[in-house]
């Protein structure tokens, strides 16, 4: 499974977060009633991964070392 993940860099910060929240109730949801390894958990669980870097990322333009 190889799948590029975009998103839409213009989400402000509370919409990344709701975002955040909502992905990870539904990956919750989803591996529940199909499974961990399921392809559809999975998917959710690499956009969510993009959502949290992304988040990551911002953060750390904000507050650089």
């Not at 910060?13 to 399921?38: A, F, P, Q």
């Not at 990551?56 to 507050?63: F, I, N, P």
């Amino acid at each position: 499974m190889n799948m590029t993940i975009q998103m839409n860099e213009e989400l402000s910060k509370e919409e990344l977060d709701e975002s955040i929240s909502t992905l990870r109730s539904l990956m919750i949801e989803v591996g529940l009633t199909y499974g961990l390894n399921h392809k559809r958990t999975l998917e959710i669980s690499q956009k969510l991964d993009v959502y949290i870097a992304e988040t990551q990322k911002r953060s750390a333009l904000d507050y650089p070392a």
